[in-house]
Every structure is written in C-alpha cells, then in structure tokens.
C-alpha cells in the first residue's frame, strides 16, 4: 500500500477524482479535476503546484563530497559553483544509465542529488573510501514544484528569499515562507518557469497553504501527474522506466542505454577525470552510438487523413501515453517510441522515441504505428527538435 | 511610387493577415495596409482602463482551422488556445443551468431540469457529430459555380454532391432540416428545458440580426459542434492575451515569411488600369503598386468604396448592394475591481471560467429580437458573457477582473433617436439586466466601454457593425457568398481578389476565408 506525502492532508481533500497513481510507494494526485486539462494549463498560463515529495533526496557532506560527486555523475564537478545545480544521469561501470537526477552544490564540501530511484547503496558504493558521508533525507525532505509563468510572482509575493528574483535557472537560494525554512531551486520538469521548494516534513502543509493563498489571484491551481505527464514530454524531459531502463533494474543488455544513446551525451565530460563508467564511454563515444533517442512530431494533418480513412473525426488521448509503439521506415522496424502525447500547446502530437543511428537525424520521415478501429496503422512522423515547448520564459 | 509588390493585402483582420502570411510564405512580396495604429481588426486587445485588457471585438476563437495553425506555425508565434470548456445560463428565479466538458455532471444538471432532455442531450450530441463531420469538409471548400460549365466548376459540384449523397439517408433528413428551420424549431424537436433551449439557440442567432424562432438559424447551431468534432485539438477556446493574442501570432507568422505590415496606412482606392488592379491610393495620396490586391474588408467596401462602378458588371454591383449586412448586436466590456458573484452561484468557481450566457428562455430571446425589429435595442438582451482573466490571469491586475459582454440586439438604425445619444443608455440597459444576476456588479464597476454597431463600423471598417461582414444566412452562404459567379475569391476585376469573412466560410475566428482565397491566388499565379 502506498503511504502519504507529507502534503497528503491537502492534496486528498482537493482530488475530487480520487484518482491516484503511486509514485516511488506513495499517494499521488493523477489529477485533481475531472479532466486534467486546466491543470495542464495552469503550468502553462498561470501557475501550477505539484506535490513532488516522492523523489529521492541525498545529501553527500564532508570535506570530500565533491570529489564523491564527481565519481557518481559523468559532468565535471569542479565547476559547480555553489548555488549552482546540474542536470545528470549517472552509469555503471559499463557506461550504462543507472538513473539521473539533478546535482546540487550547497557549500564547498556540501551537496544534495535527486534521483527517481532509491540510490543511497549506489552512493555509498562509489564514496567508498572518501572522506564524505552520503545521507538519505529522502522521507524527512518535503518538495513541492511550483510551475509556470507566474511562479515567480506568486514568490515574490510570498516574501520569497533574497536573489529570487534575478535567481538564474538550474541556482538555488534559502528563504522562508511563513516561518518555515525552505530551499528554492530554480528547476522543475515542466520545461516552462518554475521553482521547487524543499522544506522539513514538518513544515509542509504551513508551506503548501501560503502558497495556495498567494496563488489564488495568479491562477494558481494543484496540478497531478496526468498534467505534468504532458508537460514533461512537451519539455523533451525523460521518464525512467518509460523512455529508459536502468542498468541496474534491465533484464536484457538491449535494453541498457549510454547517456549517448539517451541524447544526454552533453552531460559527459570524458576528459575531466575519473568517474564510474568513464572507459566503457570513452570506448563508445570513439565508436558512435548505435541508438539515439528523439523526438517525433506527427502533424495534427496527418491524423485527421488517417482517422478519415475510417470514417472517423481523429480521436486522440487527451492524456499522455506510456505504452510503447513500434517505429519504421518501410517494412523495417527501426526503433520504438516510449511516451506519446498530444501536445495542447503546440497542435500536434508528440512522442520520444530511441531510433537507430542513420534514421534519428533532424527531419527524417519514419512511421509510427497507431491503433484505429482496432487495426494496427502507421501515421508518417517527423524527428524533430527537443524540447518540442521551450518557452523564452524558462530562462528569462 | 515606391517598389512594387507581388500583392498588397487591404485590411490586417485575422484574415488579411492569414491570406498575406500564405502568400509570403509561398515566396511572394507582401505588403499588409492596415487603417488602424494595431493589427488585428475585429481581432484586437486594447488596454483602455490601465492595467485591464479588453478583447474588445470578438472574445473568443471558434473554428479556427487546424491546417492553419499547423501551416503557419502559430504555435511558435504565441498562439496559446485556453479551454472555455462551461457555459452557466443564470435564471431570473435564482437557479441556474450548467454544461461542462464533465459529462455526467452536465446529464446530472439537465436532468435536474427534464430528466427527458438529459438523454435528449446525449442523442442530439451524438447526431450533431454528423451533421459536423459532414459539413466540415464545406470550410476547406472553394466554392462551385453551379452556372458554370468550366470542367473544374463541374467537378467540384459533382463532388459536393456525392459529399452530400455519402452522408446517409437519415444524416441527410437532419441536414436538411438544419439548413431551412428556426433554431427554436429545430430544438423543440428534441429538448424541453427553456433555458437549455434558449442557450444552445442563442448560438445559432449569434451576430445575426434573426431571432430564434426566424427559420434557418438552425443552421449556425452547428458551428459549436464543429469546434468539438476535433475533439482533443480544442479549436474552440480562449485566446490568451485576448483575442489581440491571436492576431499578433498570425502578424508575426507573416513577417517570418517576409511579409511587411503597414499600420496607420488606410487605403482609400484600388488602382487600376484598364480592366486590371494595379495598385493602391492611400489617405495621404501614396501610390503603392502591387500585380495584385485582395481585399479583407466586407463586400460593401471591397466593391462599392474602393473601385470604380464602371469596372463593375450591373448585375454584380446590384447584388452587392443588396448584400444584407444589418448590424444587430453591441459589445460592453467592463473592468472589474472584484469577482463578479452570481446570485445563483455565490463565490468563485468554474462557472466564471466559463461562458455565461444571460439567455433565460426562448421567448426571453424573441421579445430582444421584437424589439430590435422595430428600431430599439433589447433592454432586456441576450447577453454572452466571459470573464478573460479568469482564464488568462494576465488581462488584469492580480484579483481583479475584465468582463467581456456581447450584446444582442441593438440595430444599426434606430427608430427613435441616434447611437450617438443612445449609446449610455444602452449601456446602462445592459448593465441593469446583468445586475439582476449579479447583485455586485455595480458596486464593483471600474469602468466601461459601450460599443454600438456604429461604433464597430466606425472603428474596424465592418458596414453596419455586422460582426460576419454580411448576414450568415443560407441565401449569403456557400456559392452566393458574397454573389453568384464571384464566390471563388476572384472579383469582376482582374488581379483583384477578395479574402474576408464576407466570402465563403463566412465569419468568425476560421481564417479560412484568407487561406482558401490565398490557394486561389496561387493557383492564379501557378505556384
């Protein structure tokens, strides 16, 4: 049975759907409203809070930690400032992505990951022998993310913390809301402006309602899974164990990625020393991948010509869909695509998709199967640039 | 004379700029004439009362056409389609009706009215995705000439009619009836509830200066559906930033493509030489020369102001001035210095995210229209509401609100009087009748603007405040839109085109208009 967040006392008075999805053994909202559409839009056009307590939280402290942390994740550690966070997967030894998370420096010998999966032996395995100590504060940490164009207003409002406003994206600041200390990162997995606010256990439901009292002339609304499920594949931001599998977790070596193959080859720093996986990818990266993963864009045109053929108006999910479907050039199979969403924002429908190398450049026509009138069909598809949504705002 | 373009588009309404972003994008040399200081015409965003924002003509996006958003790449522009998924009736009695994308909770709400219409309402949804489906390939249509032998002509209307014929016997019957029957008519066929009735007949009398029980206003119930067909797509919504938003997307698609846009530019004549359009006069006395013109405003002003009547043949210039245009509704955009509170419905909540449609009973309806048949306004008219910052939080100050209220009817032509002393009146009618449901209102005005059908012809060019350019009825539609023999966006003068909602689709937030007159125009041109 899953267990409540600490926000579960809100967020289960404001489900009327009583529709919740476990995430990492907890409660949370799949959507709050009978369609998660205003939701979806809320992160969009005004503001939307998530509940995100669910990740899992590290902290790697001691006079060693940085050199801890650059041991885990293949970026180059020695130029994260302090204030500053990065994106990273991190891999085994053979180069293959065990989860990624975001990395960030809170002092000189002080740092906390997120990651999707519990990681605190993984840590532990690769700080063996460094003078640093890796913490799980995973159940004592409480996250909310607070997305969307007027996130930043509804902070302010709040008193916020010093340096929010100029706060640059991927920084974080302390501040306090309604007495109660809580860490502000510029980060979310929305692909538009947010924050999220990380705060004791204890400190949650006062945090979560001076939000939603600030917010509630911003257009402020609690947003589920559902919604974020849209927002994230219109960010080009990945899922574990939908888009990819972790090494560790993988029952095929087919089914292992690189940060390569992933698309997150900007993550790697080969040649600023020594981290888990570095040879296995340094091999790879002197070979090429041989799969790449992307993004697929089928024009609302096409769907309309497919659906037509049987005498159909298009029907499409409005939700996001996490059941993989196969992609072709001709009779050939050629890779799969892992999340598929219609995208509200853009009119067209999205997928990710992992496609052979020759077939994955910018532009390239392939074919998507789709089921219609329960015939297995294909739509043409388009790869096409990540993020598909990728708003000024996210960075101004 | 300055250089010369390949077209000079008249007009930068939603479908002067959709036409000249077509054509830019094809790789000719546009250049966009625009009256006004902003683009947009009827399609505009005004900050009139500091810190408030008024979609101050049209306020929502109906059928805006998918291939037009994919094409242009509005998306990319800014376009953003908010949801407007309620619509709230307020009754007189303190009760109230409420429809939303929640099916079940709709059937719920209707059936607390007539447990009978509940299911009514279900089967009417159902076939009106017929009738949707069958029409919607009509808007991406360039219209036949059923008088023309040319093979093309011939085949688009041996098209039309196999269209027609494939729909099925039944889907054909209900067709039919749409096309001739009063919306009030059509309904009392399915449905009971007075106001269910009235709301959804109100959508078919929209802009028309018709009443509910005038035959063939059915047929403009289906433009609703048409905007649900697509389903998840939500061509049907909110513009954020207003409909100002909307415009300001397609401008900037069309400058991508490299088409220029002049604004405070009005164009008085069309140039010509011969039988051909050469160019444009502007007010100031410019020349500007085009190989071609198209013309976005209403048939009246496309043909009767800008070119000379000789050019003209007889029949043609007779058939535009009897072209009925007939204004019948105003606007009043109000700004709000709280939320609106609903007696039927106290507080916050979706039905201000919503439509609200002050449309009580069908009769309610016809007696508006009585009056306005007889030279008044509706001192008790049919009011379609929506609050902009509710969707959009960004049209006013943080808990403050902009009220969007469409007004119907109010005459071009008084019988008593002018507009031009008439016009707070008329406001004053309209807020007297909204304060019956909202007690509050009064207490909260800031400010408002009261817009007549004069003042929307005087401000955006539209002859007689017509919000369609020219009445949407079944004899100005299709091949006799805006006249027989010129449906297909040419004129009587060569190089000479027309794009605006004066043609066919008709009005409306579609676009089509200004695309199919643009795929004529290259096909003119063999691109």
């Given amino acids: ?396 | 004379m300055t250089s010369r373009y390949d077209v000079i588009v008249i007009g930068a309404g939603h479908n002067g700029l959709v036409n000249a972003a077509y054509l830019a994008r094809a790789g000719l040399k546009v250049l966009v004439l625009e009256q006004r200081e902003i683009v947009g015409g009827a399609t505009v965003t005004e900050e009139l009362f500091p810190g408030y924002k008024y979609s101050v003509f049209s306020y929502v996006v109906s059928i805006l056409r998918p291939e037009i958003i994919q094409d242009l790449e509005l998306p990319r522009h800014g376009l953003t389609l908010l949801p407007l998924p309620s619509t709230l009736t307020p009754l007189p009695n303190g009760d109230y009706l409420y429809r939303d994308d929640d099916h079940y909770h709709t059937l719920r709400e209707i059936g607390r009215h007539s447990p009978h219409d509940a299911e009514a309402y279900e089967e009417y949804g159902h076939a009106m995705y017929f009738m949707a489906k069958a029409i919607k390939p009509i808007l991406r249509m360039v219209p036949s000439d059923p008088s023309s032998l040319d093979p093309r002509e011939l085949k688009r209307l041996a098209d039309l009619g196999s269209h027609f014929l494939g729909i099925g016997e039944d889907n054909l019957h209900t067709l039919i009836k749409l096309m001739t029957m009063s919306s009030a008519d059509f309904l009392d066929e399915w449905f009971d509830t007075e106001p269910l009735k009235a709301t959804m007949a109100a959508s078919g009398i929209i802009g028309t200066f018709m009443g509910p029980r005038s035959p063939g206003t059915a047929y403009v119930l289906l433009h609703h559906y048409m905007g649900e067909i697509d389903g998840v797509y939500r061509a049907w919504g909110f513009a954020k930033g207003g409909t100002g938003g909307l415009a300001e997307a397609i401008a900037s698609s069309a400058r991508s493509f490299g088409a220029e846009i002049r604004t405070d530019s009005p164009v008085v004549a069309v140039v010509t030489r011969g039988n051909k359009a050469t160019g444009v006069a502007l007010e100031d006395g410019t020349e500007l020369n085009a190989k071609r013109v198209v013309s976005s405003l209403d048939p009246r002003r496309t043909f009767l102001d800008l070119v000379p009547a000789d050019l003209l043949p007889s029949e043609f210039v007779a058939d535009i001035q009897r072209f009925r245009f007939r204004g019948s509704s105003g606007k009043v955009n109000l700004a709000l210095d709280a939320a609106p509170e609903f007696t039927c419905w106290p507080g916050n909540g979706p039905h201000l995210r919503g439509a609200i449609s002050i449309s009580p009973s069908i009769d309610y309806l016809e007696r508006a229209y009585d009056q306005a048949k007889y030279g008044e306004f509706s001192h008790r008219p049919f009011i379609d509401i929506v609050i902009p910052s509710m969707i959009d939080p960004d049209m006013a100050p943080p808990g403050k609100h902009v009220m969007s209220c469409f007004v119907q009817y109010a005459p071009y032509e008084l019988a008593e009087g002018d507009w031009e002393t008439r016009r707070e009146e008329f406001g004053d009618a309209v807020i007297d009748t909204l304060s019956e449901y909202i007690p509050n209102l009064k207490d909260i005005l800031l400010h408002r603007q009261v817009l007549t059908p004069l003042d929307i012809e005087r401000i955006t060019g539209l002859s007689e405040g017509n919000i369609f350019q020219g009445e949407l009825d079944l004899s100005q539609l299709f091949f006799l839109r805006p006249a027989a023999g010129y449906a297909n966006y040419r004129t009587p003068i060569r190089g000479y085109y027309q794009c605006g909602s004066g043609t066919h689709p008709g009005g409306g937030i579609t676009g089509a208009p200004g695309r199919l007159a643009a795929l004529e125009i290259l096909r003119d041109l063999g691109l």
């Fill in chain 1, 1 to 396: 049975m899953p267990i409540p967040t600490p926000f579960h006392s809100r967020t289960s008075e404001l489900n009327q759907t009583k529709e919740w999805r476990e995430w990492s053994g907890y409660w949370s909202a799949a959507t709050y409203q009978h369609t998660h559409e205003r939701e979806y839009f809320a992160i969009r056009n005004s503001a939307a809070l998530i509940d995100v307590s669910p990740l899992f939280k590290y902290d790697i402290v001691g006079p060693q930690a940085a050199a801890v942390v650059d041991r885990i994740v293949p970026r180059d550690i020695t130029r994260c400032r302090i204030g500053q966070i990065l994106y990273s997967p991190w891999c085994d030894d053979d180069g293959k992505v065990v989860d990624d998370g975001t990395v960030w420096r809170l002092a000189e010998d002080r740092f906390r990951v997120t990651a999707a999966d519990a990681s605190l032996r993984w840590f532990q395995d690769c700080g063996a022998g460094f003078e640093a100590e890796v913490v799980d504060v995973s159940h004592s940490i409480a996250a909310l993310a607070l997305q969307g164009p007027n996130a930043r207003k509804i902070l302010l409002e709040l008193g916020g913390a010093e340096g929010l406003i100029d706060l640059p994206y991927y920084h974080l600041t302390q501040g306090e809301i309604g007495g109660a200390a809580v860490t502000i990162t510029r980060t979310g997995y929305t692909g538009d402006l947010g924050y999220e606010l990380w705060m004791d256990s204890a400190d949650a439901l006062e945090v979560w309602d001076r939000i939603v009292l600030a917010g509630a002339d911003y257009g402020l609304l609690p947003a589920g899974l559902a919604a974020l499920d849209v927002a994230r594949i219109e960010a080009g931001l990945l899922l574990i164990e939908v888009d990819y599998i972790s090494s560790l977790k993988a029952l095929t070596e087919s089914r292992k990625s690189s940060p390569f193959e992933l698309g997150l080859g900007w993550t790697v720093a080969l040649d600023a020393g020594e981290f888990v996986g570095r040879r296995a990818l340094l091999d790879q990266a002197a070979r090429g991948s041989e799969w790449s993963l992307v993004g697929l864009e089928v024009a609302w045109s096409d769907l309309d010509r497919l659906y037509a053929a049987f005498d159909l108006a298009p029907q499409v999910a409005g939700r996001a869909s996490r059941d993989p479907a196969p992609v072709y050039v001709g009779q050939r199979q050629i890779g799969q695509a892992t999340s598929m969403t219609f995208s509200p924002m853009l009119k067209t429908y999205l997928a990710l998709a992992t496609l052979e190398r020759g077939y994955a450049d910018l532009g390239q026509t392939v074919e998507l199967e789709m089921t219609v009138e329960y015939q297995r069909t294909r739509v043409p598809a388009r790869v096409s640039r990540k993020p598909f949504y990728d708003p000024p705002h996210k960075r101004s």
